[in-house]
């Protein structure tokens, strides 16, 4: 009896005992050594999120990195050093992540090899906080690496953020930081253009942070970064180059530029880093015991290579390409390209549909009148017109088959003026047309043209009509011209007429194109009477007259009515 009742105390001493709870996560909400944390992620190496639940609501703290005594100094030399460099920003979220998950260039790296003597681990934390404040949002790059918020309102005592489960959440950060407009902006689209083998991403965004900016869809070209001097080796080389002397003709004036360039480049770069008393010593050294087999010889240039090809695209794009304009010219998603001030933006017209209409502004502008003027004159000699005091302005086309300017068949129209009739300095319009021709299909679909008229043109062009496009610059005359060429049989032959039949795409083995235009006889420039004699010699079945805004284009369709 005393044993047993011995043993039934214990049992039931053992299950009224209290039991140790499970361990739990720190968001669980019953969690008893964090009760007030409802979520805690690492959204990158050494950035931890942590919300939290307080009386007021949820509140949204960031921890970054933690640097030592000795790696603030590091980072303190870093931003000291790059102070005077020219390192693009991401213009969107992701943009920003992109560019913490790249990290630094090769030649930024370099760099930072140089300066900061430290742990790998300790080179990890002062590279992060370094990348944040040069090359990122700073302050505001942690918040950008997290992809759970959708939404950051500004209010008067900071900035707010709504994430996909806690919204709205409070934050450190005050009612007007630094790169917000960029935070806030959502990538559109994104593409490279190609100029002499080189890639230049170009972003179109849009911005959502109101009252900012009139312009909320926007186009920027990302070219590469510079750092402190190399704007100033860049000139250098561009003067030296412009000043070689050369014995006979030019053949190839793109690789001149190149191989003159390249070697005056890493000449430069090679005396720079030749300056600095450690490096130096080192190479001397080295090559010494190379010398004696004792080591591997150094390089023949002490640089990164992405250093000189960068340095290398700016001297291309000044001396062989259109400065500034280079990549939106060569862009084939651009329709229209105008420049109308100094330290103005350059607007663009894109062909794509991005959610808006009309033009949007770049992160382009002429910094220099001398500059701008440059560019205007350069694009009137490419089509063989000189302006000056007596000719300030211009119409030219240029035709990238001749020039290299495209690989596709675009051609491009430009409107160039000097400063003398321009007020506020030079201005430039360029329009490009397509290299692909709209379809009578593309156009019907686009709410362009309804199917009637498509059948009545059909019909006019196989019983040779006459038919008359008519409208103000940019309306689509052209367009809607090249879309029914194909309308024309195969056997006839259409003849185009004047300097803008060039931009008439006429796909006929049996077409001619005519033009007033690179033709001069008896030391006079070929006129509209001249190509109305040579057209009835070429016994056309169609004529073509893609411009009428002169006497004599009226005067051509006056007598080409007249004669049938």
């Not at 640097?67 to 931003?79: F, G, I, Q, R």
């Not at 930024?108 to 370094?130: C, G, K, Q, T």
């Not at 933006?345 to 003027?373: I, M, Q, W, Y």
Request: glycine share 6%.
């Amino acid at each position: 009896m005393g044993s047993l009742k011995a043993r039934m105390t214990a049992q039931a001493d053992t299950e009224t005992a209290p039991v140790v709870p499970t361990p739990t996560p720190p968001d669980a909400a019953d969690a008893w050594y964090a009760p007030d944390v409802r979520e805690q992620d690492e959204v990158y190496p050494g950035v931890v999120v942590t919300v939290r639940r307080g009386r007021s609501g949820f509140r949204y703290d960031v921890r970054d990195p933690v640097l030592s005594a000795s790696e603030t100094d590091a980072l303190s030399t870093v931003e000291s050093h790059f102070a005077g460099a020219n390192i693009e920003r991401p213009r969107t979220r992701e943009g920003a992540v992109e560019r913490m998950n790249g990290g630094f260039d090769a030649k930024h790296r370099r760099v930072i090899d140089r300066l900061v003597d430290a742990s790998p681990a300790s080179r990890r934390r002062v590279e992060y906080h370094a990348l944040s404040s040069l090359a990122c949002f700073d302050d505001l790059t942690p918040y950008a690496l997290d992809s759970r918020i959708d939404v950051a309102d500004v209010t008067d005592d900071g900035v707010v953020v709504h994430t996909d489960d806690y919204a709205p959440a409070e934050t450190d950060l005050g009612p007007d930081p630094a790169y917000l407009n960029r935070f806030a902006s959502e990538r559109v689209e994104r593409h490279t253009v190609r100029f002499q083998g080189f890639e230049i991403p170009v972003v179109v965004y849009r911005e959502h942070l109101l009252g900012a900016d009139p312009f909320t869809t926007k186009y920027a070209v990302r070219e590469p970064d510079l750092l402190p001097g190399d704007e100033q080796l860049i000139e250098v080389c561009k003067e030296r180059v412009w000043e070689t002397g050369v014995d006979g003709v030019v053949q190839d004036r793109v690789d001149f530029v190149r191989e003159r360039a390249r070697s005056l480049l890493a000449r430069q770069l090679t005396v720079r880093n030749t300056t600095e008393w450690v490096d130096a010593a080192r190479y001397r050294l080295r090559s010494a015991l190379a010398e004696l087999d004792l080591a591997v010889p150094p390089v023949d240039h002490r640089f990164a290579d992405d250093r000189l090809d960068d340095l290398l695209y700016y001297v291309l794009r000044d001396l062989v390409g259109y400065g500034k304009l280079t990549v939106p010219i060569r862009d084939h998603t651009l329709e229209d390209i105008e420049a109308n001030r100094v330290d103005e933006r350059v607007k663009v017209l894109p062909r794509a549909d991005l959610g808006h209409d009309g033009r949007v502004p770049t992160n382009l502008a002429f910094d220099s009148e001398a500059a701008f003027v440059n560019v205007v004159t350069q694009l009137a000699a490419d089509d063989g017109v000189e302006l000056n005091a007596s000719n300030p302005s211009a119409k030219v086309n240029i035709d990238p088959d001749g020039d290299g300017l495209h690989d596709a068949d675009d051609t491009i129209r430009c409107a160039v003026a000097l400063p003398t009739i321009s007020e506020g300095g030079p201005h430039i319009s360029i329009r490009k047309q397509s290299g692909d021709a709209m379809t009578p299909v593309d156009l019907v679909q686009r709410d362009s043209l309804p199917t009637e008229l498509v059948a009545l043109l059909w019909l006019l062009y196989e019983s040779h009509g006459v038919v008359l496009f008519s409208g103000p610059t940019g309306a689509g005359k052209t367009t809607l011209m090249n879309a029914h060429m194909p309308f024309i049989p195969y056997r006839d032959r259409p003849i185009s007429i004047d300097e803008g039949s060039r931009e008439v795409r006429i796909p006929h083995e049996t077409g001619v194109s005519l033009t007033t235009r690179d033709h001069e006889r008896d030391h006079r420039r070929v006129t509209m009477a001249d190509l109305m004699t040579q057209c009835n010699y070429l016994n056309p079945d169609i004529e073509v007259i893609a411009e009428i805004n002169t006497a004599a284009s009226f005067e051509t369709f006056a007598e080409t009515l007249n004669t049938g």
